[in-house]
């Protein structure tokens, strides 16, 4: 973990993830993990221990089941924070639930709040009600989950310089299953969100076939607050990248450019 102030450096995986296998594929995200070095967060994609399952009562864990404990013990090993969502078996309710695993041990959540109707998952899985705010090296993040990026509402930036840090961020990550045939969809949008929250936006996504025959393209990527790529995974293939953002910078753009001062007053019910 990097110990400068206000330096973030953060780590991307973009995974041809194995169908429904998660011993396979913490054997496969461990393998990857060994190439990366000193940082202070990484990012895996939605599900990332089944794919897009639709089968929750097979592979749905609790939270000190097998999935958590593993990302524990790598944020220990690579004294980063690990997060991506998995199968969450919450009092007999499934949930699409992201995890942020600190090497501390320490644990929060997040469960997705639109769950896509069109694969049937608002039939398996439990829409969550809040969003989280978490924080990191005196970063506010927010991590959200694929198909929430369709909704400007929800991923809203409310309260910036220095007001509520309940609702402020200023690095905005969606983890995703994100299908081939909606890309050009994936990459605009990404950039929206940047542009509209004046923040940093990460987008993480998968490649190759799931076991419904979904295409996967990847276009994991880093985004500035400009909404200029930072970073980004070569499409259709597997790969991992590394990046270092400043929030002086970020601070400054804000300062520079305050259309955040203008924005509307809302309240997300």
Not at 36 to 48: A, G, K, R, S
Not at 194 to 217: F, L, M, S, T, W
């Amino acid at each position: 973990m990097i110990q400068e102030k206000n330096i973030l450096s953060l780590s991307i995986i973009q995974p041809n993830l194995i169908w429904e296998n998660p011993e396979g594929n913490f054997a496969q995200f461990e393998k990857t993990l060994d190439l990366i070095q000193n940082t202070d967060l990484i990012v895996l994609p939605e599900m990332f221990s089944t794919g897009f399952s639709m089968q929750p009562e097979r592979f749905g864990e609790t939270m000190d089941g097998a999935g958590v404990k593993w990302m524990l013990s790598m944020a220990v090993k690579k004294n980063a924070v690990v997060t991506g969502s998995l199968i969450i078996n919450d009092n007999n309710r499934f949930y699409n639930r992201l995890v942020w695993a600190t090497p501390q041990g320490e644990i929060s959540f997040y469960d997705k709040r639109h769950l896509f109707s069109l694969a049937g998952e608002d039939a398996h899985y439990s829409s969550g009600i809040s969003r989280l705010v978490v924080q990191l090296k005196g970063w506010n993040i927010c991590p959200l989950i694929c198909y929430d990026l369709r909704f400007p509402v929800w991923s809203r930036n409310q309260n910036l310089q220095g007001q509520s840090a309940d609702s402020a961020y200023d690095l905005l990550i969606y983890v995703a299953n994100w299908p081939k045939t909606r890309s050009k969809a994936w990459n605009t949008l990404l950039e929206a969100r940047a542009h509209e929250n004046q923040a940093y936006v990460v987008g993480v996504n998968r490649v190759g076939k799931d076991g419904n025959q979904i295409d996967h393209a990847g276009h994991s990527c880093i985004i500035s607050p400009k909404g200029e790529r930072i970073a980004d995974i070569e499409p259709d293939q597997e790969g991992v990248t590394t990046a270092i953002l400043q929030l002086n910078d970020l601070r400054a753009f804000r300062e520079k450019f305050g259309a955040w001062r203008d924005k509307d007053l809302f309240d997300i019910k």
